[in-house]
């Protein structure tokens, strides 16, 4: 009878008397959706608090964002843009970062996975949420909303990975 060798490729380190458990919970929804929440707060300052200290901050993005409320029968508003953000962040983004995460570069340390995640979402947001204004203001938009991205991504991948650990799905 041969011994079969573990293919490097997909082994997964473990420390000794550790079981590696990578099977998505519901605590690590919960965490995940945590994180999200703690994640939208501290990109907050960046993505709001800075353009608008600098007056470049407009409301308007937000309001033609929540234009997918009227799918629901709503009507476009502030709040209703808010509001949808927040879901996105909370719920939608960091569910599906749990499921896709682990396929993300770098390999090692694998929270900086949520840093690559919210970049990919970042190209997404861009066209979403484009401010109507000059070049400066559109070169402002694109720095402070990459930055509060990657604040997002790496709140989410440390405290899902401190917390309940990054899913590591084999294919």
Not at 146 to 171: K, N, R, T
């Amino acid at each position: 009878m041969s011994q079969e060798t573990p293919n490097p490729a997909t082994a997964v380190e473990q420390r000794a008397g550790e079981t590696a458990d990578y099977d998505i919970t519901g605590n690590v929804i919960l965490t995940a959706m945590a994180s999200g929440f703690v994640g939208t707060v501290l990109m907050l300052p960046v993505l709001v608090g800075i353009p608008e200290l600098l007056g470049l901050f407009t409301t308007e993005p937000i309001t033609r964002f929540a234009g997918m409320g009227a799918f629901f029968g709503y009507e476009p508003t502030l709040a209703l843009g808010a509001f949808l953000f927040g879901i996105g962040g909370v719920v939608v983004l960091p569910v599906t970062f749990v499921v896709g995460g682990a396929f993300l570069p770098p390999e090692s340390p694998k929270y900086l996975r949520g840093v690559s995640f919210a970049t990919l979402y970042w190209v997404g947001f861009v066209p979403a949420f484009w401010p109507p204004a000059d070049a400066f203001v559109i070169a402002s938009f694109l720095v402070f909303s990459l930055l509060a991205h990657w604040v997002y991504g790496l709140s989410l991948g440390y405290l899902l990975e401190l917390f309940a650990d990054i899913p590591q799905h084999e294919v």
